[in-house]
């Protein structure tokens, strides 16, 4: 990196340094994940500080010191207003911005990871259902980052995975919830598998059924997203990638924590 550079980039996370300082984590398509000192952030009324909070997508200039990177002159390019006025909107971004923090090493640019969480973010701001942004932001990152299971072939047998009844004879029958399609694979995110039901042993794995392994054959080799699948067919792939995510990081996310306990305090009223 030069001594001065011009970049844009997202903030994941931050931390304070000293009594006046803080770091953050910054993403940014082409350097990757950089951390920098943000000098006097911590100052009453301190516009630094205000704009480098998490979530803050900033175009800053990025001086190279001795010993750290200082971001200089940072300006707003998008704050995501929406998604801070819903803590529910707001514990899922947040999440998404934490398992990429804790996935990403330093300084090693991954465009299409930082561009996924873009669209996921705008996704979100846009009223996109939590479920299907954070499911497609998930399994998208597992394939760029080369954790996905294959999702057309058995990772044992290599048998293609079996739907019951063609798609002709699927579109006949009466919508059904994805809970009652048939269970077709079974995910194991410890060993990055995903298995037909010859190979699975029985219970073991996370159950991936035919709605939802549909879903992940037509939305993974790339593009955008299309938003018109069903919520409850992308929460059970959603939480088939978090167990994933947090098998990959070796620890459990702490905003995701959160998250699952809101929606359970919702969930009962
Ligand atoms: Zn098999």
Same mark, same amino acid.
């Given at each position: 990196m030069a001594h001065e550079t011009q970049t844009e980039g997202i903030v994941l996370r931050r931390w304070y340094a000293g009594e006046y300082d803080k770091w953050v984590s910054f993403l940014t398509p082409?350097? =990757? %994940?950089l951390r920098l000192r943000v000098r006097g952030? !911590? %100052?009453? %009324?301190s516009k630094m500080g205000m704009l480098t909070e998490p979530l803050n997508l900033l175009k800053t200039r990025v001086i190279e010191g001795k010993v750290q990177r200082l971001i200089a002159q940072p300006q707003l390019v998008r704050s995501y207003v929406r998604l801070r006025s819903d803590l529910e909107l707001l514990s899922v971004a947040l999440a998404l911005c934490e398992t990429l923090d804790r996935w990403l090493p330093d300084e090693h640019a991954e465009p299409e990871a930082y561009a996924t969480l873009i669209i996921a973010l705008e996704a979100l701001e846009a009223g996109v259902p939590v479920e299907q942004a954070a499911a497609w932001a998930l399994w998208r990152w597992l394939a760029v980052l080369g954790? $996905? *299971?294959?999702?057309? !072939? $058995? =990772? %044992?047998?290599g048998a293609e995975f079996e739907f019951i009844g063609g798609d002709a004879d699927a579109a006949k029958l009466p919508r059904v919830a994805s809970a009652s399609s048939p269970t077709v694979a079974q995910l194991f995110p410890a060993e990055g598998w995903l298995l037909c039901p010859r190979c699975? *042993? *029985? !219970?073991d794995g996370v159950p991936i059924t035919s709605d939802e392994l549909k879903l992940l054959q037509k939305s993974l080799p790339g593009g955008r997203p299309s938003w018109d699948t069903r919520p409850e067919a992308c929460r059970n792939l959603m939480l088939a990638a978090l167990r994933y995510a947090e098998c990959v990081l070796e620890s459990p996310l702490r905003w995701l924590e959160f998250w699952e306990r809101l929606s359970a305090l919702r969930e009962r009223g």
């Open positions: 082409e350097y =990757g %994940k952030a !911590r %100052k009453p %009324k954790y $996905c *299971p294959d999702v057309e !072939r $058995c =990772g %044992k047998c699975a *042993p *029985p !219970r």
